[in-house]
Every structure is written in C-alpha cells, then in structure tokens.
C-alpha cells in the first residue's frame, strides 16, 4: 500500500459535529481530535492529519452555544458555524459540509460515542476499496434503549434493502468518511428535508464498512420519543424518492392486468353458462375494469411525482471529481 503512496502526501480531513446539547461532552471530544492535528500514520502506514472541527451549532440547549464559542476561541482550526434556527441533524450536517476544505471529511455526533483513533481505520478502508464514501459499523450494541435500537435496525433493514439502488450502501452509520468534494457537492444540491444518507446515495456508488467500538454516551442517553422515532422515519420513506413511487407504480400495473384478465375469464364463464346469477357477470367486470384503470392511472400519475420530487429534493443530473487515480494514488485495476 505504502508504495503506491505519493510520496509526501498527507491527507487533510475535516471533522464535521452538529451541535445540538453538547456542552458536556464537547470539550472532550475536541480534546481527541486535537492529537490528531498532527501528521499522524494509520494501520496501512497513510499520513493523514485533522486541519479543521466544524462545529454546528443547531441552536441547541442552553449552554452549548457558550462551549463552542469557547473551544472556537481557544483553538483557531476549530471553526463555529451558527445556524438561524434548528434545523434537524442533518442539516447541520450538510451545513458542516458545506463549510469545509479538507480532501476529506468525517461526520460524528457530540456526544462521544464515536472515537476519533478510527478516523485513520476509516481512510484505509476508502483507499483499500477505492471508494468516496464508508461507514463505521459498530462491532458493540449500540448504546440505546430498547425502543430506538429495535426501530434503528428496521430503519436501516428497509433502506439498504428496500429504499436504496443496489449498489447503494449495505449499512449506514452518522460516523461517516466521504470525500470533501463529494460531500460538499451533495451539500450544494440536496433540498429541504432530504435524508443525509439518501443524498450520498446519488452521489457514491459502493460505499464500503469498516468495524469499531461504540462508546458509552458522556451524557445521559437522549430521549427518544416513537413520535420522534416516526418522524425520522418517514423522512427516510419520503427523501428515498422515486423507489416508493416506482412501487406504488408497478402494483397500479399488476392490478390493472389481473382486473382485465379476470374479467375476460368471467365473460368467458358467462358464455359457455357457468354463471347464472344474472348481473353478476357485467357488475363485476366494471368494477375490475375501471378499478384497474384507475390504478394504471395512479401508476403515471406516481411516476411523475416521483420525476417531481426527484428535482425538489436537489438530486444532481452529475457530480464531478477527481480522477480516481489522482484521489487513491494509482490507477483502477
């Protein structure tokens, strides 16, 4: 690995962390990214350094805006990004996203379950597999209560399987790694209300995993409603765009064909004298008739909701980079 390395070459990442109810785990965390301000050597002998922290502050809870305006002012590589209003995680996220200038990026929450020491684990794990994008998965329970990681696991179950391309992500995890000229385009373009890890999707295809520990909150768990929980959730069902509606499409076609197909076979069972009921026939092939028809008309009127609401979640038509061999140093195989 070392060898295909350009000689001299140090990664600059920049650490992105919406700030929500940070005050007591903060300082913390910063303290740990600040030993990787130096040029540091990962697991696969790359140089790597932390230039910047973005902190995002999300109009959070009282005391948070004060501790980031501390840890702004002590240390001029940790940046305050302050936002109007709460906007939702994400979004701060975006943000943060926005904001930087590293040749690398990595998202991590406040509350310092996510270890900074994995940032390098992560950036062999990119270069190993020659991709923009990869996700810490979390070799640990996750530190949650019942309720959230039950709902967390049927989250991410329906969007990798389910709401994703195929060759989106296999997990996702808000520890994230992505090229800072991918995320910052994803940053430009992706609309209001828009699933983080739905935008990324357009943008990276085969995103990878690498393995860490979770650690314990520094503070006490977060509170978690179901209503919460559903709202998230609908947000993911909703930003995921076109594949629901391409669902909702394909069953309109489905049923359309069965309804005409049932209906011939009862004109055919009037004739030859197996149906006596009169009425019967002609009331039950309108109802599967038009019945269909509406549903095949729902199908279009899906599949041009779905164009619709791809161009209003910020979808780009492209995303220009790097060539691959400029971003992991050697050619493709």
């Known amino acids: 690995m070392t060898g295909d390395r350009q000689l001299g070459r140090v990664d600059s ?30 697991r696969d002998g790359r140089e790597f350094r932390v230039d910047e922290v973005l902190l995002v502050w999300d109009r959070g809870i009282r005391g948070s805006e004060e501790v980031v305006r501390e840890l702004a002012g002590h240390d001029e590589w940790v940046r305050p990004v302050w936002l109007s209003r709460n906007f939702g ?19 991590m929450d406040e509350d310092g379950q996510h270890d900074p020491g994995y940032i390098g684990d992560l950036l062999d ?29 049927i989250t991410k179950w329906l969007f990798v ?19 800072g000229e991918a995320g ?19 943008v990276v295809a085969n995103p990878s995993t690498c393995p860490v520990m979770m650690r314990q909150e520094g503070r006490p768990a977060s509170a978690y409603t179901l209503r919460r929980l559903v709202s998230h959730f609908w947000r993911l069902v909703i930003s995921s765009g076109t594949r629901p509606l391409r669902f909702v ?11 005409f197909a049932v209906a011939i076979y009862s004109m055919i069972q009037k004739l030859v ?24 008309a ?31 140093d050697s050619p493709a195989d």
Do not use: C
Request: hydrophobic share 50%.
């Open 273 to 296: 004298g197996d149906i006596t009921v009169q009425g019967w026939t002609s009331v039950f092939v309108a109802v599967l008739v038009v019945g269909g028809a509406t549903l095949f």
């Open 125 to 153: 794990t990119a270069y190993r597999d020659r991709t923009q994008l990869v996700y810490a998965s979390p070799r640990n329970r996750p530190p949650h209560g019942v309720l959230r990681n039950a709902a967390s696991r």
């Open 184 to 202: 910052r385009s994803v940053a430009a373009y992706a609309g209001a209300g828009v699933f983080l890890d739905v935008a990324l999707s357009w």
């Open 13 to 42: 990442v920049s650490v992105v962390i919406p700030v929500y109810n940070g005050a007591a785990t903060l300082p913390g965390v910063v303290k740990e990214l600040a030993q990787l301000r130096s040029t540091q050597q990962t």
């Open 249 to 259: 499409s394909m069953m309109g076609i489905l049923f359309a064909l069965l309804g």
């Open 161 to 179: 399987h389910v709401l994703v391309s195929s060759d989106g992500p296999s997990a996702f995890n808000s520890y994230r790694l992505v090229l």
């Open 89 to 107: 995680q994400h979004p701060a996220t975006l943000a943060g996203m926005t904001s930087s200038g590293g040749d690398w990026i990595v998202t």
């Open 298 to 328: 729902l199908g279009i009127i899906a599949e041009y909701i779905a164009a619709s609401a791809t161009m209003a979640m910020g979808k780009p038509v492209y995303v220009i980079v790097r060539d691959p061999a400029d971003i992991f």
